[in-house]
């Protein structure tokens, strides 16, 4: 029953730093979502995608880029580190749009 | 895009019914309205969704008023391990036609012993 798996569950970058979050799911849903949580606050959508290889901006895109080259892998790139990008984040994925979301634990990001 | 508003915070009697009301004044006809709620910061969990009649399942209850400006979820018998933060979320079509969440910032619901 793995569902949505993220990694790294925690990571402290340096401003400037770069990083990829990993997030793979075993259920074979089209839809794989992207979202931040920011402390006392409800999620925001990054970025999504609808299958492999096609992917489209949500509410908050700057300073991320994502990539889908296979229907389980949705990874979600970090270029050049910001404070302002601490956050917790979280991927998501459904069979169909209009199907509930399953979500993953989430990646705990800080930059220092 | 439609917002919900939410209490930020409400209590609740172990074995009593829980109910977390939530509006939505500005949804549009062919938005749903989606439950979730997230445990110690967690990945949410999916607990029911409506369009706009009443909805149940195992875990819940969803009302929605007949003009659909606001809804209720209630858990009919809270226990401890329903403390969590409950997101009232609409669902809305993006220009590329695909759904996406609207999340508002949640109540935090503690269930006393």
């Known amino acids: 029953n793995a569902g949505v798996t993220q990694t790294p569950k925690f990571r402290i970058l340096k401003i400037g730093q770069s990083m990829t979050l990993q997030c793979a799911q075993d259920?074979?849903?089209?839809?794989m979502y992207w979202y931040r949580q920011d402390p006392g606050m409800g999620l925001k959508l990054i970025y999504y995608s609808v299958g492999a290889g096609i992917t489209d901006k949500g509410e908050v895109p700057n300073g991320y880029n994502v990539s889908r080259s296979t229907t389980e892998d949705f990874p979600l790139r970090l270029e050049l580190a910001a404070p302002s990008q601490t956050s917790v984040y979280f991927c998501a994925s459904s069979d169909i749009s209009n199907q509930p979301q399953h979500f993953g634990d989430g990646t705990r990001l800080s930059i220092l | 895009d439609a917002k919900t508003t939410q209490p930020t915070s409400m209590d609740c009697a172990e074995g009593r019914a829980a109910n977390l009301p939530c509006n939505h004044s500005?949804?549009?006809?062919?938005?749903?309205v989606y439950w979730y709620r997230q445990i110690h910061s967690q990945g949410p969990q999916y607990i029911i969704h409506?369009?706009?009649n009443n909805e149940t399942n195992e875990m819940a209850s969803l009302i929605i008023t007949e003009d659909r400006k606001s809804s209720t979820l209630i858990l009919p018998h809270a226990t401890l391990r329903d403390t969590a933060v409950y997101y009232c979320i609409v669902r809305v079509v993006s220009t590329s036609g695909t759904y996406k969440y609207i999340f508002g910032t949640g109540t935090r619901l503690k269930v006393l012993a």
């Open positions: 500005t949804i549009s006809g062919n938005e749903y």
């Open positions: 259920m074979n849903h089209n839809y």
């Open positions: 409506g369009l706009k």
